[in-house]
């Protein structure tokens, strides 16, 4: 079976623009999770959604958004970007997003801000 | 507020050598524990999860953790590394719907 799936792999962007990221969960996962790892660091929380309704969100301003679609993947959309935002963006998914559930990862996208 | 401490940002172990990983929570309720690895390049793989019960903990790759409530801690061990174990390790606490990492240790093994 497939594991999440994240594209594009790499990504170059300069400040103020716009980035769409994508995720396919595992077949049969409903809830999708978005982090944001910045060098250095742990994952950040930034979104989980389930059946298409987000369940929660970190602290993260509102320039992110994210949304979820019928087949359970989804997009985590981010405008104006900063030099701030350049991170390793981590999409997980599980059955049904309780915090119990294992999450698998992706392999991630690298976002570059310029 | 709730947090993970790892007091570790690297290690460095022989190849045969035991190991051990410190990760502190600091959480209100009963937590829910996770400790993943990060190979380069990579997304994040569950190592092991504590939610109750036997508070040692077996996990994948010859992986354990023990979590002492008195100590608010969740350390990972393993007793023989191997040169395939250098990574990056990750505590992680579930809070509602979210998971809050620690910083990551990131673990050497020398020949």
């Known amino acids: 079976d497939a594991g999440v799936t994240q594209s594009p792999t790499h990504l170059i962007k300069t400040r103020g623009q716009h980035v769409t990221l994508r995720c396919s969960p595992i077949?049969?996962?409903?809830?999708v999770s978005w982090y944001q790892q910045v060098l250095g660091q742990g994952p950040q929380f930034i979104f989980q959604y389930y059946e298409k309704e987000e369940r929660g969100r970190g602290n993260f301003p509102d320039r992110f958004s994210a949304r979820q679609f019928p087949n359970y993947s989804s997009e985590l959309n981010v405008n104006a970007l900063l030099l701030g935002d350049s991170a390793l963006y981590l999409c997980?998914?599980?059955?049904?997003?309780?915090?119990?559930?294992?999450?698998?990862f992706g392999p991630g996208t690298r976002l570059t801000v310029l | 507020a709730q947090s993970v401490t790892q007091p570790d940002i690297h290690i460095t172990v022989s190849e045969g050598a035991s190991l051990e990983l410190r990760c502190n929570y600091s959480y209100g309720a009963t937590p829910y524990l996770f400790w993943y690895v990060q190979s380069p390049g990579q997304g994040l793989q569950l190592l092991l999860k504590?939610?109750?019960?036997?508070?040692l903990v077996q996990g994948i790759k010859g992986f354990e953790a023990e979590f002492k409530r008195s100590q608010s801690s969740f350390n990972l061990r393993k007793p023989s590394v191997h040169w395939s174990d250098a990574a990056e390790y990750f505590c992680a606490v579930g809070r509602g719907f979210k998971t809050i990492f620690g910083a990551g240790t990131r673990l050497f093994v020398k020949a």
């Open positions: 997980a998914s599980s059955l049904d997003g309780d915090r119990t559930d294992t999450q698998y």
């Open positions: 077949s049969g996962h409903k809830s």
């Open positions: 504590y939610f109750s019960g036997d508070t």
